[in-house]
T-cell receptor
Framework: KAGVTQTPRYLIKTRGQQVTLSCSPI?????VSWYQQTPGQGLQFLFE???????NKGNFPGRFSGRQFSNSRSEMNVSTLELGDSALYLC?????????????FGPGTRLTVL | GESVGLHLPTLSVQEGDNSIINCAYS??????FIWYKQESGKGPQFIID?????DKRQGQRVTVLLNKTVKHLSLQIAATQPGDSAVYFC?????????????FGKGTKLSVKP
């Protein structure tokens, strides 16, 4: 079974631009979560989607948004990029997003904001 | 705020020795814990999990111990190998109801000397 895939793997943007990242979960998984990883803040939860609905959201500004499609694929968007948005963005999928459902991570998208 | 954290940022061990990575958590209501391994350039990889109704759980070469009294979690790796070199994160699920997002600790870098 194929793992979680994320595209693109690397992105370079400038301040003020917007960016869209894509995540394809493991086949059959309906929950997709997004995390931001930085050296200073570590891994932080952004949001979680299940059946095309955002069920849970972390403490990030409204510039960070996401969506999920009927095939469970998910995208996240960051608008008006800031230097501090430079990070590794990780997507994780689980079967149903339950508290004890194992989350499997993709390789991440490395975003650099100049 | 409540968080999951790691005491040691770096751990260096000799190949063949046992490794112990520690983690403290502050939320006494946490009931599910997970250890992830992250190699350079990859997303976190699930290693082992444990529920709060257990004190110990064993996998292949790994053991997780949970001490709820002092809110402490540890990961023991037997006969550490060079391939074990990575950053290890403990995490807990947190959230209302049946679903939850992962709250990660800061991570410990394990370096295995040949």
């Amino acid at each position: 079974k194929a793992g979680v895939t994320q595209t693109p793997r690397y992105l370079i943007k400038t301040r003020g631009q917007q960016v869209t990242l894509s995540c394809s979960p493991i086949s059959g998984h309906r929950s997709v979560s997004w995390y931001q990883q930085t050296p200073g803040q570590g891994l932080q939860f952004l949001f979680e989607y299940f059946s095309e609905t955002q069920r849970n959201k972390g403490n990030f500004p409204g510039r960070f948004s996401g969506r999920q499609f009927s095939n469970s694929r998910s995208e996240m968007n960051v608008s008006t990029l800031e230097l501090g948005d430079s990070a590794l963005y990780l997507c994780a999928s689980s079967s149903a997003g339950g508290r004890t459902d194992t989350q499997y991570f993709g390789p991440g998208t490395r975003l650099t904001v100049l | 705020g409540e968080s999951v954290g790691l005491h040691l940022p770096t751990l260096s061990v000799q190949e063949g020795d046992n490794s112990i990575i520690n983690c403290a958590y502050s939320n006494s209501a946490s009931d599910y814990f997970i250890w992830y391994k992250q190699e350079s350039g990859k997303g976190p990889q699930f290693i082992i999990d444990i529920r709060s109704n257990m004190d110990k759980r064993q996998g292949q070469r790994v053991t997780v111990l949970l001490n709820k009294t002092v809110k402490h979690l540890s990961l023991q790796i037997a006969a550490t190998q060079p391939g074990d070199s990575a950053v290890y994160f403990c995490a807990e699920t947190r959230g209302g109801g049946s679903q939850g997002n992962l709250i990660f600790g800061k991570g410990t870098k394990l370096s295995v000397k040949p």
